[in-house]
């Protein structure tokens, strides 16, 4: 029988580190019990020690989620090591990472520490860890920038100390994948050796493109677990994309020869829970769960699939969960039809967020004849999201003026439950909008981010807003869905401004 490769899963930890994303703990359950579903074997679920958010999400994950292991990341200090283990107490299987940086630049500039004193700390971590679970990752940060025999010193001490796992990030995206091979043969031999309790793992990121190759050159020098995130989601370019590894691996069994473990059929609900959530969208021509993936477009290749689809496709789209158009909804639907597409969609609401949601799907389709699967998915996950109750709600919106007068907007908001009209100008539309519902919050909050992201084709698309305010040092993302760009955005922009004044 061939080994099994472990699927580590840090989209909630190092994917939210990309710029603009602000999940809420809520936010994050949903999305770890999508990749439940999905069966990935680790889920590192936050780094519990960095806020009190992801303190949260990292405990309600590991009291809440099952299937998977659940992991914290840790500084390979005592206090983080304890932090973590304070979230995970209650996983039914729970993994302490634990890191420390390896190369000279990050120990000379950003730690100030001595190589000797890297090892002496990365040792008590694996052991502090140790004393609370039997399962320890250890990560030697940088290390493809390292020097190989000081990196290798610092792995073999991390297993003498009780890690279980080491894994090899190579942090900025620096390694090809010539190099890589040759350095995990090398970790393979000189630090698992006869080892067969030891798992050794990688971790790349995309900064030249080469995240998917390099992980996948890992397999060959025998990496038993890949780490990485959906839709490659992560620091500045992201990680490896765990549904192109996995694919990957399942449609490549001749070259890779490893076993996975997870359902594949949930990729596609999974890379668009991701995207709706976090506000990111996934790039049209993106390998396996891009709109194009399956797409054909010109003549001849239509016309081989039409004859058979393997003439120009290597996987399916139903192996990834892609339905096709099949759920289409209408303004004659109702209450059970709704539920039932949400349910086959495994998109799950408590009472309040599925009336919240309906009645936002009925405004929608009193103004589009059919809502597809797309539009479902984008009004189920554009409510007020982590909030009990939202504090304040937009009754309406009306702009006014253009070309050559000052663009006005007056929206109608009920805050506690009085309704009140605000008047604001812009020199756009969108801006007028913002000033006006600046007025109700009377809070000090700095825009830095704006998408608008096309949800489906056509002049009546429904386009999904994304915006990310700032207010004192955190940040707070809001989302709006409408086919009104304007009316959109005012949405998002008041779910970001509840998120604030709710988070006080
Ligand atoms: O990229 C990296 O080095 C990391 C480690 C903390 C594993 O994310
Ligand atoms: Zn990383």
Not at 448 to 458: E, F, I, L, M
Request: glycine content about 8%; proline content about 3%; charged content about 25%.
């Amino acid at each position: 029988m061939s080994e099994r490769l472990i699927i580590f899963d840090t989209t909630l930890r190092d994917g939210e580190q990309a710029p603009g994303i602000a999940l809420t703990p809520d936010e994050k359950v949903t999305i770890a019990h999508q990749l439940a579903r999905l069966q990935v074997d680790v889920l590192e679920a936050g780094f519990a020690a960095s806020s009190s958010g992801d303190f949260q999400a990292v405990s309600r994950i590991a009291s809440e989620v099952q299937g998977p292991v659940i992991a914290s990341l840790a500084r390979a200090h005592p206090d983080d090591i304890d932090q973590a283990w304070d979230a995970l107490r209650h996983a039914d299987r729970a993994r302490i990472h634990v890191f420390m940086s390896t190369s000279p630049i990050h120990m000379e500039r950003m730690l100030r520490m001595t190589p000797a004193e890297v090892l002496k700390a990365s040792v008590e971590g694996v052991r502090r860890a140790r004393r609370y679970t039997d399962d320890v990752e250890f990560s030697p940060q940088d290390a493809t920038r390292s020097e190989y025999p000081f990196l290798i010193d610092v792995c073999r001490a991390a297993v003498e100390a009780g890690a279980t796992t080491i894994n090899i990030p190579d942090t900025v995206g620096y390694a090809t994948p010539a190099d890589f091979l040759e350095l995990m043969k090398r970790i393979y031999a000189e630090v698992r050796g006869d080892r067969s309790d030891v798992t050794i793992s990688v971790h790349c990121h995309n900064d030249l493109g080469l995240a998917v190759a390099n992980s996948l050159s890992a397999i060959a020098a025998g990496a038993r677990q890949i780490e990485g995130a959906i839709n490659g989601i992560g620091e500045r370019a992201g990680n490896t994309s765990i549904e192109e590894i996995i694919m990957a691996v399942k449609t490549r069994q001749d070259v890779f020869g490893v076993e996975i473990g997870a359902d594949t059929t949930q990729i596609f609900d999974t890379s668009r829970l991701v995207s709706q959530l976090t506000g990111y969208p996934v790039q049209f021509n993106k390998a396996v769960v891009g709109r194009n993936a399956f797409a054909h477009e010109s003549g001849i290749h239509q016309h081989g699939v039409l004859r058979d689809r393997e003439t120009y496709e290597i996987m399916s789209a139903e192996s990834i969960g892609q339905r096709g158009a099949q759920i289409v909804l209408g303004k004659h639907s109702g209450r059970a039809g709704f539920a039932d597409a949400l349910n086959n969609l495994n998109i799950s609401l408590e009472e309040d967020e599925f009336m919240q949601a309906f009645a936002k799907f009925k405004a929608m389709a009193d103004r589009k004849l059919e809502i597809g699967e797309d539009e479902l998915r984008a009004i189920a996950t554009s409510g007020p999201s982590g909030l009990a109750a939202a504090e304040v709600e937009m009754v309406g919106i009306n702009v006014s003026g253009g070309h050559d007068t000052t663009p006005t907007a007056v929206v109608t908001l009920s805050r506690g439950g009085v309704v009140s009209e605000y008047t604001g100008q812009g020199g756009g539309m969108v801006h007028a909008a913002f000033s006006a519902i600046r007025q109700c919050f009377g809070i000090e909050a700095r825009l830095v981010d704006y998408r608008v992201v096309p949800v489906t084709a056509g002049a009546d698309a429904m386009a999904e807003v994304n915006v990310v305010v700032r207010v004192g040092d955190i940040t707070y993302s809001g989302k709006g869905v409408s086919t009104d760009v304007v009316e959109g955005s005012a949405e998002a922009f008041v779910d970001a401004l509840n998120r604030a004044i709710g988070a006080k």
